[in-house]
């Protein structure tokens, strides 16, 4: 099992810059950022395996960015020119179930943080 605990969101006007933090307490190989907005299904944003590959919803290619500290077992996002539409609860989530499952789906992945709110005004 492992802990994972999310940080960094708040609220912004379209166009900031937000930077969101995932910390497990445990090493993870692989992790995915996800958000969902009420009265929508939780979606992929981003995704980092162990080799530092990743995977990008179109809505946010270009714009948002995933990282991984693998000493201090801390994933990063880094959320630039961010959107009214961008506003959700976002949640890091790790272990992957299976290699050959997408990982911008969420029933791909065990874990789940609680998940920390970012809101973006027009």
């Known amino acids: 099992q492992v802990q994972l605990v999310e940080s960094g969101g708040g609220s912004v006007q379209a166009g900031g810059s937000l930077r969101l933090s995932c910390q497990g307490d445990r090493y993870t190989a692989c992790m995915a950022w996800f958000r969902q907005a009420p009265g929508k299904q939780r979606e992929g944003v981003a995704f980092?395996?162990?080799?530092?590959?990743?995977k990008y919803a179109d809505s946010v290619k270009g714009r948002f960015t995933i990282s991984k500290d693998n000493v201090k077992n801390t994933f990063i996002l880094q959320m630039n020119s961010l959107e009214p539409e961008d506003t959700a609860m976002y949640y890091c989530?790790?272990?992957?179930?299976?290699?050959?499952?997408?990982?911008?789906?969420?029933?791909?992945?065990?874990?789940w943080g609680q998940g920390t709110q970012v809101t973006v005004s027009s």
């Open positions: 989530a790790a272990d992957l179930l299976r290699s050959d499952y997408d990982p911008l789906y969420f029933e791909s992945w065990q874990y």
């Open positions: 980092i395996d162990r080799r530092s590959n990743t």
